[in-house]
């Protein structure tokens, strides 16, 4: 397979169909930008099923991804995309950067719903974009801004509904998407316990990330308790 690109997490390589790529999820876990790494085997299975699961649902609720087939445990057939260099972090409740940047309690409630964006580069430290610096650098329209936006709060919409009946919180989450060949801005990535915070919703144990960057042992167990859970209410 001819390899396109490698991250933190996945492997991207040329699919076997035309405009088509194949994406292996690796058991690599990651925190810091890459400063902190462990493997631990199964991840990649673990996260693949999640995600797939997800983008399923999102499917079957008008969602457009690039996800075409799964091909295997930990790889899928994905649509080509140029990836738009900015992330999607939606937020419901403050955790994480979001509390020790603006000094809010983790957990705390949030009065509505946050929405922010910042560039995809380890190396700068995916430093946060106000729309106006996304437009002035060149990274995508007003339009496209406009849209990324309604598309975030639609599938935050979707998720949070799903997950709420299998118990979970969804706390934030971070979303990529992608132009297709044709002008198309699609979801793509992977939606997993890697790029959402996802918190029990009677204890609030955590399930997602956390585990592995706060050395709160049980990792796999984790993300295992997700799918599990997802599995009783989608299949």
Not at 122 to 147: C, F
Not at 193 to 217: Q, V
């Amino acid at each position: 397979m001819q390899p396109i690109y490698e991250g933190k997490s996945k492997q991207v390589f040329a699919g076997s169909e035309p405009d088509t790529y194949l994406i292996h999820f690796k058991d690599d876990a990651t925190a810091g930008n890459g400063e902190k790494h462990d493997t631990l085997l199964g991840k990649g299975v673990l996260n693949a099923a999640i995600s797939n699961l997800l983008y399923d649902y999102l499917t079957k609720n008008d969602v457009d991804t690039h996800l075409l087939k799964v091909l295997s445990d930990t790889d899928v057939l994905v649509r080509q995309v140029t990836v738009i260099p900015i992330e999607v972090i939606i937020r419901n409740v403050a955790a994480g950067s979001f509390s020790k940047k603006y000094g809010v309690e983790e957990g705390s409630a949030l009065k509505s719903t946050v929405v922010e964006f910042s560039l995809k580069d380890d190396a700068l430290g995916d430093p946060m974009l106000a729309p106006s610096h996304i437009y002035a650098l060149g990274l995508a329209s007003d339009g496209d801004i406009a849209r990324l936006t309604s598309q975030a709060l639609r599938i935050n919409e979707l998720l949070s509904a799903l997950l709420a009946k299998c118990g979970i919180r969804l706390i934030d989450f971070k979303l990529e998407f992608g132009r297709t060949s044709d002008g198309r801005l699609i979801l793509c990535d992977e939606i997993s316990p890697d790029s959402c915070r996802l918190w029990d919703a009677e204890t609030n144990k955590k399930l997602d990330k956390d585990r592995f960057r706060r050395d709160l042992g049980g990792v796999l167990e984790g993300y295992a308790d997700v799918l599990e859970r997802l599995k009783a209410v989608l299949l």
